[in-house]
């Protein structure tokens, strides 16, 4: 079965800096459009930033431009999620999940999820 797993969240003071990791096993990496989501208490699960499979196109959520970076590497078959400049309202448990499309922010087009790091921003 695919597998994906995060890792890298954790407590950060705002202004700070997080990358977070998905690392797949059992397939290739970029034959899928890979999102990260989040999900803070009591909210639905919003999409963050997404990389296309092949062409490594990127998309990325408002509240998140220019300061997510979203990128991959395919030798390690792992997306990585440079997140800089914290804020507390960034404060959730972030998801990566795959996609044998192109990327898209609605969660429930994607098939295969990882478990989840919580990221957590606050002085």
């Known amino acids: 079965q695919l597998q994906l797993v995060e890792s890298g969240g954790g407590l950060v003071q705002p202004g700070g800096s997080l990358r977070l990791s998905c690392a797949a096993s059992?397939?290739?990496?970029?034959?899928?459009?890979i999102g990260w989501f989040r999900q803070a208490p009591g909210k639905e699960r919003e999409g963050v930033s997404c990389i296309s499979r092949s062409s490594g196109s990127t998309t990325y959520a408002d509240s998140v431009k220019g300061r997510f970076t979203i990128s991959k590497d395919n030798a390690k078959n792992t997306v990585y999620l440079q997140m800089n400049s914290l804020k507390p309202e960034d404060t959730a448990v972030y998801y990566c999940?795959?996609?044998?499309?192109?990327?898209?922010?609605?969660?429930?087009?994607?098939?295969?999820w990882g478990q989840g790091t919580q990221v957590t921003v606050s002085s």
């Open positions: 059992r397939f290739t990496l970029d034959n899928y459009a």
């Open positions: 999940a795959a996609r044998f499309r192109g990327c898209v922010f609605n969660s429930a087009e994607y098939d295969y």
